[in-house]
């Protein structure tokens, strides 16, 4: 007779073990109407009724991102590609123009994230040399119409108010408590998101 290979997990037996069947029907059933009891509200349970309710992240969590702003409310972006070169999904277009400011080379005048493509997986922030791309803990992002509609631009990277009710998420050099100073929310509407001139030809 062959020797029984000790790797071999022989299921049909343990299903045996546990009563198949009506049995086995009736164990599985217990099982589920014990879990939805334990999610009933009031209970201590993992389940949580979103969207009323909403669950509360880690500050390193890959949430929506928002460019950060300089003091004076220009951006912080430099225009160097970083990011997008970084980006997995391709979804980071930007258009640099001069900057006029001596001391910064050059600006974004445009710069685009596809979030319908975003995979969040934060490379961009990593890769940012200026702390000027951060993530938030936004998490619900959905639209009821065209996905270009998920293309957030300059304005919709800093002027979302809902940022303040989420929170930062993830940013790998800022120091936690500094980084709510940079949230747009708390400075003045940025000077410098609105496009400047294009460079002379
Ligand atoms: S989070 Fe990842 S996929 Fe999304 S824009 Fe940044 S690098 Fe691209
Ligand atoms: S967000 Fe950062 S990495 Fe991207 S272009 Fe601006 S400065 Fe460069």
Redesign the pocket.
Known sequence: MAKKDSRVVDVTAQADALGAGVGGMTAGFAVTLRNMVRSLPGRNSVTIQYPEQRKPYSRRFRGVHV?TLRPDGRL?????????TACPAEC?S?EAAESPDPAVEKV?RR?EIDLARCIFCGF?VD????E??AMTREYDLTTRGRLTELRYGIEELTQRPQIADYGAGYRPHMQYPLVESYLPTNLPPPAAASSPEAPAP
């Open positions: 460019l912080k972006c430099v225009a160097c590609y970083l990011c997008a980071i930007i974004a710069y961009c890769a940012c040399p200026e000027a791309l």
